[in-house]
């Protein structure tokens, strides 16, 4: 179905296994990226939840950063939880230096710990069509702010949880977690294959 697509997953930390057997069910070509020299070649990019303070150190401690913030500026890019945070034009605290793609504000598990972790649906608006969605929140960050030209797809109890800016997506939920493949698909055909 996307066999013409190639779309890694930033592997440093995380639940980045859940992303790629998801793009592998719908016949993507697939990647782990570790290195900057993994981007080469590829048409897109998730990066996944997770520790966004690990992720944050390791992308240094590996030299991505950069080559990470050159790709997410052109390519189709979708970060979830952890990912949104490192997305983010600004984050709460001094220990997360965020890749500043999207023009969005966030704090960090600002819907509680762990513990607090809940399942729920959402309704988003994916290409003017309503769509539920099933959206778990684990440590997610909120959005206090968005930019003009942020759009806003989805919200949960008012607050934007699933918004975009040209190229880039991002959500404060994770969706790999079961087995509904509508966001992973939406990302595929609307991000990654328009910035190709």
Not at 7 to 19: C, I, K, N, P, T
Not at 24 to 31: D, Q
Not at 63 to 71: K, N, P, Q, S, T
């Amino acid at each position: 179905m996307y066999s013409d697509l190639t779309v890694g997953v930033l592997a440093l930390q995380g639940d980045y296994e859940r992303h790629l057997h998801r793009l592998i069910s719908l016949k993507a070509n697939t990647c782990e990226v570790r290195v900057k020299e993994d981007l080469d070649g590829l048409d897109g990019l998730i990066i996944p939840g997770g520790e966004s303070t690990t992720m944050n150190l390791l992308i240094d401690r590996f030299g991505l950063r950069d080559r990470l913030v050159e790709f997410c500026r052109k390519k189709g890019v979708w970060g979830t939880c952890a990912g949104m945070i490192l997305l983010a034009r600004e984050v709460d605290g001094a220990r997360i230096r965020p890749l500043e793609i999207i023009d969005i504000r966030v704090r960090r598990n600002a819907y509680g710990r762990q513990l607090h972790s809940f399942h729920t649906y959402i309704k988003a608006a994916l290409n003017g069509a309503p769509a539920a969605l099933q959206a778990s929140f684990i440590r997610a960050p909120m959005v206090l702010h968005y930019g003009p030209e942020v759009k806003v797809i989805a919200k949960y109890e008012e607050t934007p949880v699933l918004l975009f800016q040209r190229n880039c997506l991002v959500s404060s939920f994770h969706t790999e977690l079961d087995d509904d493949l509508t966001l992973t698909q939406y990302f595929l055909n609307n991000f990654v294959s328009l910035f190709k």
